[in-house]
């Protein structure tokens, strides 16, 4: 089933960018069209790897014009979901891997926030267990490399996650993260993503602008033909 109605959104993953010239690199990918700025949060824990946290939100709230679609890569996501409210975020997703355990009080913690909430998923992970909570959850990340580096190449074989998904019924947003290129972002479309990130095929692009365009207008021509 494609995304019914739902908007193709672009997020690019603000990983990829010059960050000595943040400032710059936000108001870059505004004017080449971006819907959201997708911010990636690691913890050097629940991943290998260390990015930004709570302050350098703040930071770029202050100058972002566009929403702030935070993805925390991070260990015990609910104990941090309120301060990453405050810092700004406009749409906090945590991993379900970092939450089993306790995945239903998480959840709770992240609604509380009055944030919308997203739920990701690595590529092992199946989404199965999400089914009995898709009424809680605005959007389904469904990775698209395994979380904690930009650059690598797309997993084709996560997209029957997706197709899955929109056959249950799920009317929430879908966002697709990693390795997504204007070659790969059709067969998201296609599965029933509405919601691309993408990071090094936009912030390295010789024109972002015009990467952008193509991106969007590949999966929209896609999502028209399903
Ligand atoms: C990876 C991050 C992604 C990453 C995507 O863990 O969640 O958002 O920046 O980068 P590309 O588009 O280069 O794969
Ligand atoms: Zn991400």
Same mark, same amino acid.
């Given at each position: 089933?494609?995304?019914?109605?739902?908007?193709?959104?672009?997020? !690019?993953?603000? %990983?990829?960018?010059?960050?000595?010239?943040?400032?710059?690199?936000?108001?870059?990918?505004?004017?080449?069209? @971006?819907?959201?700025?997708? =911010?990636?949060?690691?913890?050097?824990?629940? =991943?290998?790897?260390?990015?930004?946290?709570?302050?350098?939100?703040?930071?770029?709230?202050?100058?972002?014009?566009?929403? %702030?679609?935070?993805? %925390?890569?991070? &260990?015990?996501?609910?104990?941090?979901?309120?301060?990453? @409210?405050?810092?700004?975020?406009? %749409?906090?997703?945590?991993?379900? &891997?970092?939450?089993?355990?306790?995945?239903?009080?998480?959840?709770?913690? *992240?609604?509380? $926030?009055?944030?919308?909430?997203?739920?990701?998923?690595? !590529?092992?992970? !199946?989404?199965?267990?999400?089914?009995? *909570?898709?009424?809680?959850?605005?959007?389904?990340?469904?990775?698209?490399?395994?979380?904690?580096? +930009?650059?690598?190449? *797309?997993?084709?074989?996560?997209?029957?996650? =997706?197709?899955?998904?929109?056959?249950?019924?799920?009317?929430?947003?879908?966002?697709?993260? #990693? #390795?997504? $290129?204007?070659?790969? #972002?059709?067969?998201?479309?296609?599965?029933?993503?509405?919601?691309?990130?993408? +990071?090094?095929?936009?912030?390295?692009? $010789?024109?972002?602008?015009?990467?952008?365009?193509?991106?969007?207008?590949?999966?929209?021509?896609?999502?028209?033909? $399903?």
């Amino acid at each position: 089933m494609p995304a019914m109605s739902l908007p193709v959104r672009i997020a !690019p993953s603000l %990983l990829a960018c010059d960050f000595h010239r943040l400032g710059e690199e936000l108001a870059r990918a505004e004017q080449a069209g @971006a819907d959201w700025h997708h =911010v990636d949060v690691m913890d050097g824990h629940f =991943v290998p790897n260390l990015s930004l946290g709570p302050p350098v939100i703040e930071s770029i709230k202050k100058v972002a014009q566009r929403p %702030l679609d935070v993805h %925390l890569m991070i &260990e015990d996501p609910g104990a941090w979901a309120q301060r990453y @409210a405050d810092a700004g975020a406009d %749409l906090l997703t945590f991993h379900y &891997e970092a939450a089993q355990s306790d995945f239903d009080a998480t959840l709770e913690a *992240f609604r509380d $926030t009055g944030c919308p909430v997203g739920v990701a998923v690595n !590529p092992p992970c !199946p989404v199965d267990d999400l089914k009995p *909570f898709l009424e809680r959850i605005d959007l389904i990340l469904v990775m698209s490399v395994h979380a904690g580096f +930009g650059g690598q190449s *797309f997993l084709p074989e996560v997209l029957d996650k =997706v197709r899955a998904l929109r056959s249950w019924g799920y009317q929430g947003d879908i966002q697709m993260d #990693g #390795g997504v $290129t204007a070659a790969t #972002g059709p067969a998201c479309a296609e599965a029933g993503a509405n919601v691309l990130v993408a +990071g090094t095929f936009l912030f390295r692009a $010789t024109d972002m602008a015009a990467a952008l365009a193509e991106l969007r207008e590949q999966a929209e021509s896609a999502l028209a033909t $399903t």
